[in-house]
């Protein structure tokens, strides 16, 4: 089994993924049981915000898996912003195991377009396209401006 955190820079508390199901070049899928460590956690619930960093954290398993591949090390950090989001539910209650499966949609240099779906058994909590910019050992300034 591969460990996450060398794949990924999120660390405790925000680190929600803990299980890596299936990781290729384009696409892969996680796992995880809500609990009360997450954020936006009210002591029964997590607001289902979360959900969207559990779909970036996952294609962030993706990232760093092709990059240790290529003896890059993991994948150092993401700037994301929601293309489009479509929640299925408002909260997740704790102890909910949660399935996270993402796709590369499209990506040029350190740009990319991830769609990610959220599942709870057969349930559908989210579906969502994201926009990341990756940022992989330069300052933030080099990435942006090349």
């Not at 990781?23 to 954020?39: F, H, Q, T, Y």
Request: net charge negative; with cysteine.
């Amino acid at each position: 089994m591969m460990d996450i955190e060398a794949l990924i820079p999120h660390r405790e508390p925000i680190k929600v993924i803990t299980e890596i199901l299936e990781l290729d070049d384009d696409s892969g899928s996680a796992a995880a049981v809500v609990n009360e460590r997450w954020p936006l956690c009210d002591g029964k619930a997590v607001c289902a915000l979360v959900l969207i960093e559990a779909i970036a954290q996952t294609s962030a398993l993706i990232e760093g898996h092709k990059r240790m591949k290529k003896s890059m090390g993991g994948t150092k950090g993401w700037l994301v912003g929601i293309k489009t989001a479509e929640f299925r539910t408002a909260t997740v209650p704790l102890g909910t195991r949660i399935t996270v499966t993402v796709k590369g949609l499209s990506s040029f240099d350190e740009y990319g377009v991830i769609e990610g779906v959220v599942k709870a058994g057969d349930d559908i909590l989210l579906s969502a396209v994201l926009q990341a910019i990756r940022f992989n050992g330069h300052g933030v300034e080099q990435d942006i401006r090349g």
